[in-house]
């Protein structure tokens, strides 16, 4: 089955290649079945989080209604980029299957950071929403 998944993630990459896409393709599984799927949009969309995975991952917890996707596995053509992968760790994806390893890690951009502005106020408010929730 694994090979098969896989096959269909090519497929999706297929698809955004034709649509000027960086050719990456995903599938959610959960008990052998596809869930969820997506293919590279961020050009098409405009939006840079449009990376297959996370479509895929939007999908699969529209279709199960649930932001935790709990023994699922996902199939992608490419090991995914710092942000797919913790996208995948907060919906509490079970384990990844990759066919290509990335081809160069190193960032494109570096994003100036800046923390501590109006801090405790900030904290507050999640401290307390949790301890509510808690």
């Known amino acids: 089955m694994r090979e098969q998944f896989m096959q269909r ?28 799927e997506g293919f590279n949009q961020p050009i098409s969309v405009s939006d840079p ?9 939007r999908q699969a917890a529209e279709k199960i209604n649930n932001y935790r996707l709990i023994n699922s ?3 992608v053509t490419l090991e995914p980029c ?14 990844v299957v990759f066919g290509a390893k990335r081809l160069n890690d190193k960032l494109n951009h570096i994003v100036e950071y800046e923390g501590g502005i109006l801090e405790s106020e900030c904290s507050d408010v999640l401290k307390n929403f949790f301890k509510v929730k808690r």
Do not use: S
């Open 9 to 36: 993630a090519l497929e999706l990459a297929q698809q955004a290649e034709a649509e000027g896409e960086v050719p990456v393709g995903a599938v959610l599984v959960l008990n052998d079945e596809i869930i969820g």
């Open 82 to 95: 710092a942000m797919c992968a913790n996208a995948l760790i907060h919906a509490r994806v079970e384990k």
């Open 49 to 57: 989080t449009a990376h297959a995975e996370i479509i895929a991952i």
């Open 73 to 75: 596995t996902l199939y």
